[in-house]
């Protein structure tokens, strides 16, 4: 579902080279559940960027879906991004000023869609994650982790074939996290879903198939 060859990132400035990533080879099948762990600053968040479109490596190659998207241009990108991928955060990124509904209806606008499609896939979202009661709510009126359940529902409003989640349970108490991983290992029981997820949390990993250790921007397992 996903391959990275060789994958190597450099951040560049003016005075300092950061080799962030030195040569990652990653295959990820279809339906298969990922976590990356390692200490802060080994590469995980830059591993994910590259691998969700968000970044593009130095070197190396990506496909996903056995599609390459090196050579893609921005708005290919985009709407490859759109269709295939879902992204949870750590810190949620929702829009403050909108209404939990239309927080889940956001990546339904950049494709083709009436309004009532829209609210009834978000609907449909909110109700897999628990939150069909507080779709009027704004996500300050929320918990911790109803605000990462309605970002969950975002991502997955677009029935995306792969979700990548940047440390989803490292701002929730253990019950609230423990709430986050079982949708998301249901997601991945259930539909098919593909996951990479980066965590700190050692329990959290070991729920998932498959665990990739990361040390100073290589793999160590
Ligand atoms: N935009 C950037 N410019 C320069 N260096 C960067 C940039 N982003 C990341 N780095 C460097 O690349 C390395 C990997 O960073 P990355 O954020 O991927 O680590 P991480 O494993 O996700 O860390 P954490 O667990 O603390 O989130 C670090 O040394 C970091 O300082």
């Not at 990922?34 to 990506?62: F, Q, R, V």
């Not at 628990?130 to 704004?138: C, D, E, M, P």
């Not at 996290?177 to 990479?196: F, K, S």
């Amino acid at each position: 579902m996903i391959q990275l060859q060789n994958i190597e990132k450099v951040y560049r400035t003016d005075t300092i080279q950061t080799l962030a990533l030195n040569g990652i080879n990653l295959d990820i099948e279809k339906g298969e559940f990922l976590s990356i762990m390692g200490p802060s600053g080994c590469g995980k968040s830059t591993l994910l960027n590259i691998m969700g479109l968000l970044d593009a490596p130095s070197k190396g190659s990506i496909r996903i879906d056995d599609q390459s998207t090196i050579n893609m241009k921005d708005k290919e990108l985009a709407k490859f991004r759109n269709q295939k991928l879902g992204f949870i955060f750590q810190s949620y990124h929702l829009i403050n000023d909108l209404q939990v509904l239309d927080n889940v209806e956001l990546p339904l606008l950049y494709r083709d869609s009436t309004a009532k499609q829209r609210r009834e896939l978000a609907t449909e979202a909110l109700e897999k994650v628990g939150l069909s009661n507080r779709i009027k709510h704004f996500p300050k009126q929320l918990s911790g982790g109803q605000r990462q359940r309605v970002a969950i529902a975002r991502a997955i409003v677009g029935r995306p074939e792969i979700i990548l989640a940047d440390e989803p349970t490292g701002n929730l108490d253990s019950a609230m996290g423990n709430e986050i991983m079982d949708i998301l290992l249901q997601l991945n029981r259930n539909d098919g879903t593909t996951i990479v997820m980066v965590t700190h949390d050692e329990n959290m990993a070991q729920k998932t198939h498959r665990l990739m250790r990361l040390f100073d921007g290589s793999q160590v397992q």
